[in-house]
């Protein structure tokens, strides 16, 4: 039986956490594996709406969920998502999230430094989401980070609190923020320690012995590949790898169990933060997007910018993602537009490239290349089959199909649960 993993196939809010609910109900669990609370996934269920950063999205539909080791977790940041949606009516304990023991904890001098070191950046800020991730991720490769089973030995955590606090108050020192006290983080930990050990295992196990009954793991990517850390434009980019590999090394399976892997496409492209977007529209346009797409952050509450479909990017997601199939969303924000722009390459000094090159100078300069194509009156929203659809939008997903080189197996019309048009099952391979 295969399993399914989803990532962005953009820059990040392509729609992941409706379409991980959505096929959560064909799922047993449902799996976190990179990122952490700078991911926000908005599910729309009849009347309520839920918003989640850390927990997996599985959750609303009463999957197991388990947040992988690949994740950095901010302690507090978790409590108080879990008491969010318990109050929504959602039963989170640790009977329905598991976290791996060896996943690695983001402490308050991360989202500090991420902050200070953005001031200091000045006009090339990456416009990160200010929650800590990249200092935590560096803190996890430099082998100085608190994990999860740490929180188990106070002598431990104190033994690490003098290695992390001699790097980075130094580092804050010399931004000229302000420093941190050891005993204050150490008694905090202490204390967040009994609520969230409770959910803490080895999860690799769990997994192997899913694995062997045969049950269906759905892996739930977050943020997208032209954020990877290595594949995205870089240095504007997130600090994790977004890519389907890391659902295997993230969660502690082997790379054959990651199964049928979904890219999530919006039908236009968005980004919030900084860094090179060869399609955006500052017009016009653009602020129509922005207002019928509502894109404004989960997390931070920014605008969106937004774009035409760039069918360049979205190619080369595919090729170094992995993506198998498409899951294309929010089609029903273009209804009513005369006419729709596929960027199908760049411009870069008189040359045409149809991939994204990996200089910071040649991104910045990139010229999109468009295909024209003429819009549909009718409306999309809320379509739930193929004959739902007005012609031209099919002509619309069947070139982009043609252009990224991946089957559209899955269309979105709505941010509604249902208003989903499924082409092919993932979880049929
Ligand atoms: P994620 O980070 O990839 O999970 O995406 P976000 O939840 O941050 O952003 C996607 C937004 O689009 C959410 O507000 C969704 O409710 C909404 N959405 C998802 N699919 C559709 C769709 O097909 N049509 C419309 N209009 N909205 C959608
Ligand atoms: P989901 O899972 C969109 C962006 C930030 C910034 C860059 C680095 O909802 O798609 P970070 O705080 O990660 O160091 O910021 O990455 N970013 C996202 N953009 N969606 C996200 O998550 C994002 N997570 C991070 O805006 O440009
Ligand atoms: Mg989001």
Redesign the pocket.
Known sequence: MANVAVI?AQ???EG?GKVVDWLASRADLVVRFQ?GH????TLVVGDQTYKLSLLPSGLVRGKLGIIGNGVVIDPEALLSEIARVRAQGLNVSPETLRIADNATLILPLHPAIDRAREASRGDSK??????G??PAYEDKVARRAIRVADLAEPETLSAKLDELLLHHNTLLAGLGAPVFEKQALLDRLLELAPLVLPYAEPVWERLDDARRAGKRILFEG???VM?DVDHGTYP????SNTVAATAASGSGMGPASVGFVLGIAKAYTTR????PFPTELLDATGRLLGERGHEF???TGRPRRCGWFDATLVRQAVKVGGVQGLALTKLDVLDGLPELNICTGYRIGGEIFRRLPASPRAQAAAEPVYETIEGWTDSTRGARSWADLPAQAIKYVRRIEELVEAPVTLVSTSPERDDTILVRDPFEG
């Open positions: 962005g820059w990040g809010d992941k990122g700078n991911a926000g996934h990456i416009g990160t989401t200010g929650r991730i990249g977050a943020q997208a954020l504007f980019v997130t600090s919030v933060g900084s860094g952050g989960t997390v």
